[in-house]
């Protein structure tokens, strides 16, 4: 499947009656089985593209369509936020499995899923603890599982690791990527944080702000594994420190606003 960004605007009335362009001329698309990273400097409306992609907002211009998928079909998400929001009356594997209910799969096919992705995010052993019994990291393991048990059509991700230690943070990364490599879902990453860009993306896209407009999308040609290993460092920092280069302007610009 193909999701099509096409000439995606969105504007807000802001709190004293202003009207902000949130978002203008985005254009883009995200192959079948592509990683897409959009970074970009704080406000340059980032979760709002991402929120529209999903249909979980309108855009005010342009619209974002889905190829390939059979007529009539609605696309099947997942959603991943930084503040992974677990049921807590409900146990891990019961969180996995709500899209399931949801969609009304059976209760063997419940079962088979809850178990397969419980095991892909490392989580077996942990099917009857409470949300509050487990790390930040668990929790958005658990988060990560719930998403992929409905085997999206496409995984929207917002900053899933941005509230975690910095130690976790760099071995979720690794596990996404592990995971992502097994399942290859189209996928639309949003983050701040540029290494994590390059260590993911097969492309980013880096949005400038005020408003939100595509400043360029960069393709990040390297291996999908072992990105991180020494022979790969110079490309890895060249990349990172182009994209820092697009940014940092309006990183400024943005600190000084606040
Ligand atoms: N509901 C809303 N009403 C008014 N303005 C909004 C609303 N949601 C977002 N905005 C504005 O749209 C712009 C983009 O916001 P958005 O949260 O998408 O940016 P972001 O890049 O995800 O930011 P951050 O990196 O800080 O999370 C900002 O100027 C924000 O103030």
């Excluded at 004293?16 to 079948?32: C, D, M, S």
């Excluded at 088979?112 to 992705?117: A, N």
Aim: contains cysteine.
């Amino acid at each position: 499947m193909r999701i099509v960004v096409d000439n995606v605007e969105k504007r807000f009335i802001d709190a004293k009656k202003h009207e902000v362009t949130a978002l203008r001329n985005i254009n883009f698309a995200i192959e079948n089985q592509e990683f897409v990273v959009l970074v970009g400097p704080s406000g340059c409306g980032k979760s709002t593209l991402l929120n529209i992609v999903g249909g979980l907002m309108s855009p005010t211009g342009g619209e974002v369509y889905f190829e390939g998928l059979s007529s009539g079909k609605p696309p099947r998400l997942g959603i991943v936020f930084q503040e992974i929001a677990l049921f807590p009356w409900r146990t891990v594997y019961e969180n996995v499995i709500f899209g399931l209910e949801e969609q009304g799969a059976s209760k063997k096919e419940q079962q088979e899923k809850g178990k397969h992705y419980i095991e892909m995010v490392g989580l077996s052993g942990f099917e009857t603890a409470f949300p509050k019994q487990l790390s930040g990291g668990m929790r958005q393991r658990a988060g990560i599982a719930r998403a992929l048990a409905v085997e999206p059509d496409l995984l929207l991700m917002d900053e899933p690791f941005s509230a975690l230690d910095a130690q976790t943070r760099t071995l979720m990364q690794e596990e996404l990527l592990a995971i992502w490599n097994r399942t290859r879902l189209s996928t639309l990453y949003v983050t701040h944080n540029i290494q994590e860009a390059v260590y993911l993306a097969d492309r980013v896209i880096v949005l400038s702000r005020h408003p939100g407009q595509i400043k360029e999308i960069i393709k990040i040609d390297l291996p999908k594994t072992g990105r991180d290993q020494d022979e790969h460092r110079a490309a890895f920092e060249r990349y990172a420190d182009q994209i820092w280069q697009l940014i940092r302007h309006d990183a400024q610009e943005a600190l000084k606003e606040g």
